[in-house]
């Protein structure tokens, strides 16, 4: 059994937190963030570190626990250190720009994409077919990520599409040529 919900989160010096009325604050150099627990649930912040304690031991309770303590865990993270999702783009003639809150995608259509991107998300875009996506917000971040992912989805005979640095795209054969004989 899981016992990741009784663990502390350690805080660095750069980061603040506050509890106020069933929400938590957390503040740090990459930014802002703030989460309201689930009712019962409570955070208190002892000696730089934040304990998320559970109302009672039941099966559900114990589950959201763990839940709590890592959305926590990843709000602390995010306003530390941030998080980053890199894409690649892979295809002849498909590629990226980035331009402040805008990634201008050529994904092989008959019109380019303007893909807006929400408040505290930035776009780096390399070589114009590796984009890097930085934020304080995991969950935030990876929605985002799915969304220009979806726009052009890799399909597995090229492998020509959207796809995350990490992701690996099996691959399938083609037509195989037919046992043709010269009449």
Do not use: C, W
């Not at 660095?12 to 990459?30: I, M, R």
Request: hydrophobic residues 35%; positive net charge; charged residues 25%.
């Amino acid at each position: 059994m899981s016992r990741i919900g009784r663990l502390p989160i350690h805080l660095d010096k750069t980061v603040k937190a506050s509890v106020a009325g069933g929400t938590l604050k957390v503040e740090g150099p990459k930014g802002k963030l703030e989460l309201k627990l689930h009712p019962g649930f409570t955070a208190e912040i002892k000696d730089s570190e934040i304990i998320v304690k559970r109302p009672g031991d039941t099966s559900e309770e114990r589950s959201i626990h763990g839940l709590m303590r890592k959305l926590v865990a990843n709000m602390v993270e995010g306003v530390g250190k941030g998080f980053t999702r890199v894409l690649e783009i892979n295809g002849v003639g498909y590629r990226a720009e980035a331009k402040g809150s805008q990634v201008n995608l050529t994904l092989g259509y008959s019109h380019p994409i303007v893909y807006q991107l929400p408040p505290g998300v930035t776009a780096k875009v390399e070589k114009l077919v590796t984009v890097t996506l930085e934020s304080a917000d995991r969950q935030l971040l990876g929605t985002v990520a799915a969304q220009i992912r979806e726009l052009r989805p890799p399909e597995p005979y090229k492998g020509k599409g959207i796809k995350y640095a990490t992701e690996t795209i099996r691959r399938k054969a083609g037509k195989a040529a037919a046992g043709s004989t010269a009449a």
